[in-house]
């Protein structure tokens, strides 16, 4: 039964959590201003290996959606949360929005609450709901 409720690995719970981690940056920096719009962030700040390989994997989603869609198979989509999750995972510990330059902090917090939109969008279509705190 631990194995169901673990946070760790590829398990439904580790999706939610991912999820709500992000919703917990935002919180966690309400002194930072999230831009409504791309064209509002400096991207050139977002240069760091591991926000491109964030940024590639938000790029498969559309083709992700449509192959699941087309084969009638959710679980390569299933596999795409995990994985986005997994990159988020390993993001933490370099690409901090608290303590940042202004701009900076206000780009990364632009990507994770893209990143977040996302997330809750492939989860709304596994029919998962996502949670904002656990």
């Known amino acids: 039964m631990k194995r169901c409720t ?18 917990s940056v935002q919180r966690k920096n309400p002194n930072v201003v999230v831009p409504s719009a791309i064209e509002e962030v400096d991207l050139s700040i977002l240069n760091e ?6 940024l590639f994997h938000l790029a498969l989603y559309p083709q992700t959606v449509r192959n699941a869609f087309n084969q009638s198979e959710p679980s390569g989509l ?9 990159l988020v995972g390993s993001a933490w510990e370099t690409i901090k929005v608290s303590g940042a330059p202004e701009e900076a ?17 492939a989860m709304r279509l596994l029919s998962l709901t996502p949670i904002e705190h656990m």
């Not at 290996?49 to 964030?54: A, G, R, V």
């Not at 977040?116 to 969008?121: D, E, K, T, Y």
């Open 105 to 121: 902090a206000k780009a990364r917090l632009f990507l994770f609450v893209q990143t977040r939109a996302v997330l809750a969008s």
């Open 78 to 86: 299933v596999h795409w949360c995990f994985r986005l999750s997994h």
């Open 6 to 23: 673990s946070f760790e690995g590829d398990f439904g719970p580790f999706i939610q959590y991912s999820h709500v981690r992000l919703c």
């Open 49 to 54: 290996p591991k926000i491109h390989d964030i």
